[in-house]
Antibody, heavy 119, light 106 residues
Framework: QVQLQESGPGLVKPSQTLSLTCTVS??????????WNWIRQPAGKGLEWIGR???????NYNPSLKSRVTISVDTSKNQFSLKLSSVTAADTAVYYC???????????WGQGTLVTVSS | SYELTQPPSVSVSPGQTASITCSGD??????AYWYQQKPGQSPVLVIY???KRPSGIPERFSGSNSGNTATLTISGTQAMDEADYYC?????????FGGGTKLTVL
């Protein structure tokens, strides 16, 4: 059974770059026609889709974050990653990685990792 | 940008039917997805492609989507169904979530 696990610093200073990695276990990240997504949720608020990447490297980003977001994939490590630049306190949230397929929804989520932006 | 609107809260008595709506421009022309999120947990997909239930999701969960509104219906609501529910759709290649609905079972 495929499992996803986020990892990365829990504290980032304002104006710096947030970097997170999602490790996929129990299956190959390259198998199946999946997109690999990042989604975040500020405390007490709703879900916000950040972006996604296919294993061929094709990316789509939320227009509201596009200028600051980079998502990449490393198939050799079965991982995909998120970089969010120039962070502010508004970027403080639980960040989830999730698997999605065309017309199938986000069917597999990581447990989420809290990232706090503070000096 | 595309927006999905949900009621902030819905209340239902145990055993009754709960309906949660999600509104968006021509939402019926897109697929709607629904996620359940309990406190401190990751979201779980409960409906995909408007009406389909993933394996392991109880039959009491059903969905519909027409016109500008998608609806998640929970029949015979149980206490364990108390959670936040989010609708989601794709605006071409951009994922969009509704603001979420807190379902209270009382």
């Amino acid at each position: 059974q495929v499992q996803l696990q986020e990892s990365g610093p829990g504290l980032v200073k304002p104006s710096q770059t947030l970097s997170l990695t999602c490790t996929v276990s129990g299956g190959s990240i390259s198998s199946g026609n999946y997109y690999w997504n990042w989604i975040r949720q500020p405390a007490g608020k709703g879900l916000e889709w950040i972006g996604r990447i296919s294993t061929s490297g094709s990316t789509n980003y939320n227009p509201s974050l596009k200028s600051r977001v980079t998502i990449s994939v490393d198939t050799s490590k079965n991982q995909f990653s998120l970089k969010l630049s120039s962070v502010t306190a508004a970027d403080t949230a639980v960040y989830y990685c999730a698997r999605g397929a065309a017309a199938a929804g986000f069917d597999n989520w990581g447990q989420g990792t809290l990232v706090t932006v503070s000096s | 940008s595309y927006e999905l609107t949900q009621p902030p809260s819905v209340s239902v008595s145990p055993g009754q039917t709960a309906s949660i709506t999600c509104s968006g421009d021509k939402l019926g022309d897109k697929y709607a997805y629904w996620y359940q999120q309990k406190p401190g947990q990751s979201p779980v997909l409960v409906i995909y492609q408007d009406t389909k239930r993933p394996s392991g999701i109880p039959e009491r969960f059903s969905g519909s989507n027409s016109g500008n509104t998608a609806t998640l219906t929970i029949s015979g609501t149980q206490a364990m169904d108390e959670a936040d529910y989010y609708c989601q759709a794709w605006d071409t290649t951009t994922g969009v979530f509704g603001g979420g609905t807190k379902l209270t079972v009382l």
